[in-house]
């Protein structure tokens, strides 16, 4: 009898519907595995942004480094640069549009956690509870369904991870903006592999019944930045420097 035990319950537990900190964990494994997450350093990140319906197309720019300081733009044709970027623990926006601007409250605490390099590796760090909310179809595949709730902030977040293969699929979230709280939607796919990580290079982000669509072109780990790249603009540094005056 002991036997056929021994022979029976691997499959069975095999089977077992897994944590949520197991799916999270493994997404870490099937992507490139903690170590590979924990070597890096810097992050270079270089695509194509398009939105289709207002036919605008940009020129995508991503810079993290592992002291939570990052920078993004996009420069869109015949509109011009929209940058953003988090230094300091100030998250900021600027635009030709609409100026500088610095971002407070739940919209800090987002942009913080995705400055953050090792936000994947230690995600334990940045959120105080997973739960597991059940499986859901994406787009014709099984996934798992996981509520993720920040350590600082009070939005949570909706992951769909697949289940056979491990990756992300579908991320929903309400992000908190100057227009209000927005129901957000991100799917990602056509994951390739950049110097021992496999990364989303497909990202579609629905918003505001907008659809942008983002192309990662490249990767490059533990590539020199200059450290002045993530300084923010004097406008927006003087703006900072403002607003820290009337807090104070």
């Given at each position: 009898?002991?036997?056929?035990?021994?022979?029976?319950?691997?499959?069975?537990?095999?089977?077992?519907?897994?944590?949520?900190?197991?799916?999270?964990?493994?997404?870490?494994?099937?992507?490139?595995?903690?170590?590979?997450?924990?070597?890096?350093?810097?992050?270079?990140?270089?695509?194509?942004?398009?939105?289709?319906?207002?036919?605008?197309?940009?020129?995508?720019?991503?810079?993290?480094?592992?002291?939570?300081?990052?920078?993004?733009?996009?420069?869109?044709?015949?509109?011009?640069?929209?940058?953003?970027?988090?230094?300091?623990?100030?998250?900021?926006?600027?635009?030709?549009?609409?100026?500088?601007?610095?971002?407070?409250?739940?919209?800090?605490?987002?942009?913080?956690?995705?400055?953050?390099?090792?936000?994947?590796?230690?995600?334990?760090?940045?959120?105080?509870?997973?739960?597991?909310?059940?499986?859901?179809?994406?787009?014709?595949?099984?996934?798992?369904?996981?509520?993720?709730?920040?350590?600082?902030?009070?939005?949570?977040?909706?992951?769909?991870?697949?289940?056979?293969?491990?990756?992300l699929k579908r991320v929903t979230m309400v992000l908190a903006s100057p227009m209000g709280d927005l129901p957000v939607e991100s799917l990602f796919g056509a994951y390739k592999e950049f110097g021992g990580l496999k990364v989303p290079t497909s990202i579609i982000t629905r918003m505001a019944g907008q659809e942008m669509a983002m192309t990662i072109q490249s990767v490059e780990?533990?590539?020199?930045?200059?450290?002045?790249?993530?300084?923010?603009?004097?406008?927006?540094?003087?703006?900072?420097?403002?607003?820290?005056?009337?807090?104070?």
């Amino acid at each position: 009898m002991s036997l056929l035990l021994t022979l029976y319950l691997p499959t069975v537990c095999s089977a077992q519907t897994p944590t949520a900190e197991q799916i999270l964990d493994r997404y870490l494994e099937v992507t490139g595995g903690r170590a590979a997450y924990e070597q890096i350093r810097t992050e270079t990140v270089t695509g194509v942004m398009e939105m289709k319906a207002q036919g605008l197309r940009g020129r995508l720019l991503g810079l993290r480094n592992d002291r939570q300081e990052s920078y993004n733009s996009v420069e869109i044709d015949g509109v011009g640069k929209i940058e953003e970027g988090f230094h300091q623990g100030i998250a900021w926006e600027k635009s030709a549009m609409a100026g500088p601007r610095i971002k407070t409250g739940e919209e800090r605490a987002f942009f913080a956690r995705e400055a953050a390099m090792a936000k994947d590796s230690r995600w334990r760090d940045f959120y105080a509870h997973a739960e597991l909310q059940g499986e859901e179809m994406v787009g014709g595949v099984a996934c798992f369904k996981v509520l993720l709730t920040p350590r600082e902030g009070t939005r949570p977040e909706t992951r769909f991870y697949e289940k056979e293969s491990g990756l992300l699929k579908r991320v929903t979230m309400v992000l908190a903006s100057p227009m209000g709280d927005l129901p957000v939607e991100s799917l990602f796919g056509a994951y390739k592999e950049f110097g021992g990580l496999k990364v989303p290079t497909s990202i579609i982000t629905r918003m505001a019944g907008q659809e942008m669509a983002m192309t990662i072109q490249s990767v490059e780990h533990n590539k020199e930045i200059p450290a002045e790249r993530f300084v923010p603009p004097a406008d927006v540094r003087t703006l900072a420097e403002r607003l820290s005056r009337k807090v104070n």
